[in-house]
């Protein structure tokens, strides 16, 4: 997945003078995860470089940049640390459009690992998504497969709106099935990582059909993709899972086709449950599928605590959690 | 209180207590105002150095004050920018016609035309004078209080009351409260209610201005209270390290609503000073002093033209009148404290200026105002004929789901139908518009 992202910004800096690539340490030394390797030494130091460590700073260069008429690719070192760039976001490049009655834009996409599973204890580890899909006027991102970042990371790129692009790092190397005690799988054993040479876009706001199936459908998106996936083949359970891939705006044509046809629906997210991203899905379907339903709205999430180290494995939402959840769900 | 751990010192020993200081401001209402102890020094004193200068050799200029204009209302030294008597009374125009708007704004919100205004009294020549000292096509991120920026380069005030009655005309479609302009033609950004997010959005933009190999700079104006924000101190950071072509003002106003400047840290050294921590460029300036105000920003702009780096200037000035229409300084200040302003009153000065040197008299000032006063209120009418707030002139419906995003996604459209369902439950047959 990391080549994908290196792939899709070079692919796009080659296309736009405009794009310029920014961050803490995403210059000469190509980023911590190596997301922006290799770019300043083909693009220059004034298309990608380093900052100062200040996410209130970077985004708030990235708005002005912006208005200017450049399309800056900001990245956030871990979202875990996104918080201090919050009010330029929530209140500046959300608004900026909508205020200005479309004479200022912010046509910026905000790159950053996010997610546990590596063991990365509070501050490496957190989901914060349902903080930016409560902002009126921006998009929420999340890829869960190397085909799947590249293009829906040039789309981002591309799009006029600001784009809070979420990059889970568990599965930046390898699809991650919440089977922790078992060995990882580097991304090359997967179809998945099949990643065409240049430019191509996945849109914005549509969903993808990881498996059809008729006994219930599972909304899903990032890592938990592959760990829903995992429990579902080792439970045999014939479910129609859904990878999100964009929470604002979100499938929701999709989301309800699934649930008329399967008549349950399991949502699963790594973030806290209370006020996350998996209420707002809940009241959705409730709302649009509720004479389909044959069974209640269940949430497999992380809990509602700071993400903890030792107790990584009993927090994150893994086979157990997820099981208990199908089969509570498919036995009503 | 903190438990002090086992075995520490404790009661008993013979350490001084401490105590918080928190700060007070010299004066409060009924209190006789005496403001010797500012020190101001005379007009022209303050040297002048190369527009290219180390800042490390201007610190105490930071700690200083450039006045150009004298109590003999002659200009002085070697900031005298020498503007020809057709610019200054260009600038004096421009100046009166910021005092009368907002004076007719503030009466329009008294008779409940709009919901609030914001007057910039006594702060007029640093909005004025320093935007005449830029170029047109310079980008300027203000604050809520620089309205001089707008009427000194020629925005219609039309529209900017159609703006502050969030009417039909209103280019902002009535959704921002009023004053908060934005004219992209007039290179004059959108401004926002979160204070100071400007100042380093004003150094992204003059990066951006730098790394396409562009010749425009940014100015960004903020008040001496916002600067306690953390955005201020990023647009220092950002400004030095990448040496941006970016002037940031400082409007030291005193008052941050009814806090004195004492709690954004003014008591113990000046804003200016602030710069030399970053090494940027520090001026501190008579913000009444509307040829100082030119002076100093013009010597900004040139640095920054010749990518000498970035400067940080202090307009040093006095907040005439309340915060908004909402406050009432009575509450937390002494009245006295307009008239015993050792600054003066800029428009006053700049026009005693232009008479000192034969280029004016009081009677062409008192024509000037008059016309002034007149011109806005006759724009004012030519406003409400599109509508004042609350009286059903706005913009439709269908307009508030707009440019949350560039397209309306599923969720804004059902949103949209639900509203103008809702406005045709409450007036069946529809609004007449």
């Not at chain 1, 996936?229 to 990878?243: H, M, Q, T």
């Not at chain 2, 040829?291 to 000498?308: E, I, T, V």
């Not at chain 2, 397209?407 to 409450?426: D, F, G, M, N, V």
Request: hydrophobic share 40%; glycine share 10%; proline share 6%.
């Amino acid at each position: 997945m990391i080549e994908a992202i290196n792939e899709a910004l070079d692919v796009s800096m080659e296309r736009d003078d405009n794009i310029v690539v920014m961050g803490e340490d995403v210059g000469y030394f190509g980023g911590v995860f190596r997301c922006t390797a290799g770019l300043q030494e083909k693009y220059g130091k004034t298309r990608v470089f380093d900052t100062p460590i200040s996410e209130c700073g970077i985004i708030a260069a990235a708005v002005g940049m912006g208005a200017y008429g450049l399309r800056p690719v900001p990245e956030i070192q871990f979202a875990d640390y996104i918080y201090p760039g919050l009010d330029q976001l929530i209140s500046e490049a959300a608004r900026l459009r909508y205020r200005s009655a479309g004479e200022y834009i912010a046509p910026m996409t905000v790159r950053s690992p996010f997610g546990g599973g590596i063991f990365g204890g509070q501050t490496h580890s957190q989901s914060p998504e349902a903080l930016f899909t409560h902002v009126a006027g921006l998009k929420t991102v999340i890829p869960s497969t190397p085909y799947d970042a590249k293009g829906l990371l040039i789309s981002a790129i591309e799009d006029n709106d600001p784009v809070i692009f979420f990059e889970p790092k568990r599965i930046y190397n390898g699809p991650f099935t919440g089977y922790y005690d078992k060995p990882a799988q580097p991304w090359k054993n997967f179809d998945a990582s099949l990643v065409p040479e240049g430019h191509y876009k996945i849109p914005l706001g549509k969903a993808r059909h990881v498996t059809t199936g008729d006994e219930l459908t599972i909304l899903a998106y990032g890592t938990m993709v592959h760990v829903v996936e995992a429990v579902c083949r080792e439970k045999g359970v014939d479910a129609e899972i859904l990878d999100l891939r964009t929470l604002v705006p979100l499938d929701i044509e999709a989301i309800e086709a699934s649930v008329a046809k399967t008549g349950r629906c399991l949502i699963v997210h790594e973030a806290t449950r209370t006020s996350g991203f998996g209420a707002e899905l809940s009241a959705l379907v409730t709302e649009r599928c509720f004479y389909h339903l044959e069974a209640p709205v269940e949430r497999v999430t992380g809990f509602d605590t700071p993400y903890p180290h030792s107790l990584e494995w009993a927090y994150f939402p893994g086979p157990i959690r997820i099981g208990e959840a199908l089969d509570k769900i498919l036995s009503e | 209180m903190a438990d002090r751990p086992a075995g520490a010192a404790g009661e008993g020993d013979n350490r001084p207590k401490l105590s918080l200081h928190v700060p007070e401001p010299k004066f409060r209402p009924g209190d006789a105002v005496d403001f010797s102890h500012l020190q101001i020094p005379e007009a022209g004193v303050q040297p002048r150095p190369d527009e290219t200068c180390d800042p490390k050799d201007m610190r105490d200029l930071a700690f200083g004050l450039v006045r150009v204009l004298g109590e003999d209302n002659k200009a002085h030294g070697p900031w005298d920018p020498k503007l020809d008597p057709e610019t200054l009374r260009r600038m004096l125009g421009h100046m009166a016609m910021t005092r009368a708007f907002d004076e007719r704004m503030f009466r329009g919100q008294r008779q409940g035309k709009t919901s609030f205004y914001m007057k910039c009294t006594g702060e007029e020549a640093t909005s004025v004078s320093a935007s005449m000292a830029l170029a047109a096509d310079d980008m300027v991120f203000p604050s809520y209080r620089q309205q001089g920026i707008l009427i000194q380069r020629g925005y219609p005030l039309i529209e900017m009351i159609n703006q502050i009655y969030s009417n039909k005309g209103d280019k902002l479609k009535g959704r921002q409260l009023p004053i908060m302009y934005s004219s992209r033609e007039h290179s004059f950004f959108t401004i926002s209610g979160n204070l100071a997010t400007q100042t380093p959005q004003a150094v992204g933009w003059a990066m951006a201005s730098a790394a396409k190999g562009d010749s425009r700079i940014a100015a960004t104006w903020v008040g001496e209270g916002s600067t306690a924000e953390g955005d201020f101190h990023s647009a220092c950071l950002f400004a030095t390290v990448y040496n941006a072509p970016v002037i940031l003002n400082v409007v030291n106003n005193q008052w941050a609503i009814s806090s004195f400047s004492g709690f954004a840290g003014g008591e113990r050294t000046t804003f200016a000073a602030r710069a030399i921590g970053y090494g940027l460029a520090g001026l501190r300036v008579d913000g009444n002093d509307a040829l100082a105000c030119y002076a100093a920003q013009k010597w900004a702009a040139d640095r920054a033209r010749a990518n000498a780096g970035p400067t940080l200037i202090e307009f040093f000035t006095y907040r005439a009148e309340g915060h908004s229409t909402s406050d009432d300084p009575s509450g937390y200040r002494s009245a006295q404290e307009r008239n015993e302003w050792p600054l003066g009153d800029p428009v006053t000065r700049l026009k005693d200026h232009l008479i000192a040197i034969g280029e004016w008299d009081e009677e062409r000032q008192q024509k000037m105002d008059l016309e002034a006063a007149e011109y806005v209120k006759a724009v004012t009418k030519e406003a409400e004929a599109n509508g004042i707030l609350g009286h059903g002139l706005h913009h439709p419906f269908r307009t508030m789901f707009e440019d949350v995003f560039e397209e309306l996604p599923w969720h804004l459209k059902e949103q949209s139908e639900q509203a103008i369902r809702e406005r045709e439950t409450k007036f069946p047959g529809g609004l007449k518009l």
